[in-house]
């Protein structure tokens, strides 16, 4: 937005949006995480029969990583569904009462929205991603187990 001149560089515009748009990446890269390792957890066998078969670990994770990657996106596309009738006229009533125009309101609205939707999308994506990197060693071994928990200490005798 800053790129095609539709945000200025004021901060009193950038803190606002950037805060938005920064909270909702911040969401989707704990829900995609979250449903990740929910899903693999949940599915140990499955990815590990698919492994012994040969399947590379993107292979074997790829179901998972595509529920991981949507369900990081769907509280997103929910508001997307009540953007004309809730939404934007909420958001919109504080551009309006400050003077501007309904129609820049709205078309300034929508374009914070795509803005959020893409940023979690590519945030949900990429968090996801890195975390499939995580979850299998060097050897293609699957590394996340259902029940194992790390001591958060030192491990006494």
Not at 47 to 72: H, K, M, T
Not at 73 to 79: E, G
Not at 81 to 88: A, C, H, P, Q, T
Not at 113 to 139: D, E, K, N, Q, W
């Amino acid at each position: 937005m800053l790129a095609t001149g539709t945000l200025t560089t004021d901060i009193s515009v950038l803190v606002p949006v950037g805060s938005m748009i920064i909270a909702n990446a911040m969401n989707s890269c704990a829900q995609s995480v979250e449903r990740f390792r929910a899903d693999v957890t949940a599915h140990v066998g499955y990815i590990e029969a698919g492994l012994a078969l040969g399947a590379v670990p993107a292979v074997a994770a790829a179901p998972y990583f595509q529920s991981a990657v949507y369900a990081s996106l769907l509280p997103r596309l929910d508001m997307l569904k009540s953007l004309g009738l809730v939404w934007i006229p909420g958001v919109m009533a504080g551009m309006m009462v400050s003077g501007a125009s309904p129609v820049y309101a709205g078309i300034y609205q929508f374009v914070i929205v795509a803005m959020i939707l893409a940023a979690s999308g590519i945030t949900g994506l990429v968090a996801t991603l890195l975390m499939r990197t995580r979850a299998f060693s060097a050897a293609a071994q699957l590394t996340i187990r259902p029940g194992i928990k790390k001591p958060d200490g030192p491990v006494k005798p």
